[in-house]
């Protein structure tokens, strides 16, 4: 299976500090997208990095690629009682994408 | 002005009924998805439709049939009804299918309880 994994499952940061989280997959994959949802929300998108891509830049986030290590990881600077939420990774290999199980953060005041 | 909706966004039934989640976009997107979310928050995609033609179709029992009149449509019906049914249904699109999909847009959300 090529199904992400994301680590931890779940994290509590003080707000300010920086959070990171890990995904790693199974297989090759052609893009990976981290995706937010907040509590009896539907998923939202928040930034997409292609296999040929080792880093992308989105305001606060930070995400960076290893196809060799086939892992990615989720940066977000500066935490805000905003960025409480589940973050979920999700490969994409030819036509299917696959979710992982998500990370819970939780900002605390 | 929501992108992807869905209705209705609570169900509560009782086992042995048939039910339907509807959903609509409004981007023009050519793909469409329908998700169950367990409650311990795992993701996993049911079905997808590429310009209303059925391109997934995963372990999913029988009494799950989707139906997509067009594009900006994608139902659910569900028969049957079982308790191990309730759960979180998203219902998402995205522009295009195979290798280059990229972001998907969720709905809300239907949150099924069947007892």
């Known amino acids: 299976s090529q199904q992400g994994e994301e680590d931890p499952q779940a994290l509590s940061i003080q707000e300010g500090e920086n959070a990171t989280m890990n995904c790693s997959y199974k297989?090759?994959?052609?893009?990976l997208q981290w995706y937010r949802q907040n509590s009896g929300r539907g998923l939202v998108h928040l930034i997409l990095?292609?296999?040929?891509?080792r880093e992308k830049h989105s305001g606060r986030l930070r995400v960076t690629l290893d196809t060799s290590k086939k892992s990615s990881s989720l940066l977000i600077t500066a935490s805000r009682a905003a960025d409480t939420a589940s973050y979920f990774c999700?490969?994409?290999?030819?036509?299917?994408?696959?979710f992982g199980k998500g990370t819970r953060l939780h900002i605390l005041p | 002005d929501t992108a992807v909706s869905q209705t209705p966004k609570y169900l509560v039934t009782q086992m042995g009924n048939d039910k339907s989640i509807k959903c609509e976009q409004n981007?023009?997107?050519?793909?469409m998805y329908w998700y169950k979310q367990d409650s311990k928050k795992f993701l996993k995609i049911m079905f997808s439709?590429?310009?209303?033609?059925?391109?997934i179709n995963e372990t999913v029992p029988n009494r799950f049939s989707p139906k997509s009149p067009d594009k900006a449509h994608l139902n659910l019906h569900i028969n049957s009804l079982e308790l191990g049914d309730s759960a979180v249904y998203f219902c998402?699109?995205?522009?295009?299918?195979?290798?280059?999909?990229?972001?998907?847009?969720f709905g809300p959300g239907t949150r099924l309880l069947v007892l």
């Open positions: 998402a699109s995205s522009r295009s299918w195979g290798a280059t999909q990229e972001t998907q847009y």
């Open positions: 297989t090759s994959i052609n893009n």
């Open positions: 990095i292609r296999s040929n891509e």
């Open positions: 999700a490969t994409v290999r030819d036509d299917k994408i696959i």
């Open positions: 981007l023009g997107h050519d793909t």
């Open positions: 439709y590429n310009n209303k033609e059925l391109i």
